[in-house]
């Protein structure tokens, strides 16, 4: 990558993937100038990042991507040439029992002002970071995987909305020719993922001797993927993806929760009887899986391949046993939007 020519914004760098995105730029190209554009909601947290703070080339701004005015205004001042977007409410749960609307204004309409800012600013490159969920679910024995042509047919309220933002990318590259690239990526797993999602939640769970909630029969399957795989191929993609193109993103490493269950119980030294199966999610999306030839063609390979898995699970499940300091402070900082019950575990990690 030639960073010389790149002022790089991250939109959402702040929440899990953004902040490994951007820990993987500096550590790889130290001088890639990046201004982190973030609305620091709950799921966002600065010192993800603290690192960095004095680091020439990073600039923070606290700032909404629905706001228009703000965003053209930070890409001006800072004369971005390639936008990179994270920024969106992306707890499943919360899109079905917490009402969706947030989950459209900042997923959809969030993106739809991006796209205005990137217009505006003759802005070289703008990849939209999406999801495989956008696609609905696969059948569990059928031989099939997500491919760039599968059609959008999201099930959840959060998948739907992400679906919006990525049809906005699809109409503006076509009425407008606007350079903008979208990715569907499969789950990640790694550091910093706030502690309400599957990994952190049941190794929280665990270290407090507490069972930990299966959805139904444990059967749903997912593709995981470790984040620092997913940084790298998004560098790639701001380098060589292709304007108007959509690229999943996936490890292929299918595995149904009730295997990871035991891969994390059997990290941490647990058996079998700290599992409780709770009632299934609703809706609940069976299957999900990633053909990623076309990144691959790119040059992608992931260092986290499907036999790598458990090296980087175990790797992951260590970092939140050491870093309870990180969650603490969360909770901290973020209590007012925070249940009970989350405040008082977490806060006693
Ligand atoms: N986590 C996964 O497994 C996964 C998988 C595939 C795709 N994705 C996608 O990757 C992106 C990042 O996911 P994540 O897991 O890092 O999410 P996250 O919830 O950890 O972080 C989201 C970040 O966006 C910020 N944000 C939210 N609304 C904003 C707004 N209106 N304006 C500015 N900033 C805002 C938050 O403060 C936070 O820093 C999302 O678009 C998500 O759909 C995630």
Redesign the pocket.
Known sequence: MNEDKMNLLV??????????FIHHMFETYPDVSIVN?????????EK?LAKFSDHKPYTFVK?????LAKLNAVMEQNKITHVI???????VDRSIHGGAK?FV???TL?VQMILDAVNANAIKKFV??????VYGALDLYEDRLFTEETPIMPNMP?AAA?AG?DLMCNAYFRTHGTPVIV???????GP???PE?LIPFFVFKLMAGEKVPVYGDGRNVRDW?H?RD?AKALVLLLEKGEPGHVYN?GSNNERDNMTLTKMILEILGHGEHMIEFVKDRPGHDLRYGIDATKISSLGWKPHYTADRFGDGLRETVEWYQNNTHWVRDLIEQKKDEMNAWQVSFFSNV
């Not at 939109?11 to 490994?20: Q, V």
């Not at 700032?63 to 706001?67: A, E, K, P, V």
């Open positions: 939109c959402g760098g702040a929440g899990f993937i953004g902040s490994n554009y973030d609305k620091l909601t709950y799921a966002g947290n993800n700032g909404d991507i629905c706001d977007n994270f920024a969106a409410e992306t707890h947030e204004l900042t997923n969030g939209n970071v999406s999801t495989d969920e959060y992400k933002g990715t569907h990526c499969s789950n990640n797993y910093y993922q706030f999602k993927i984040v997913h993103i």
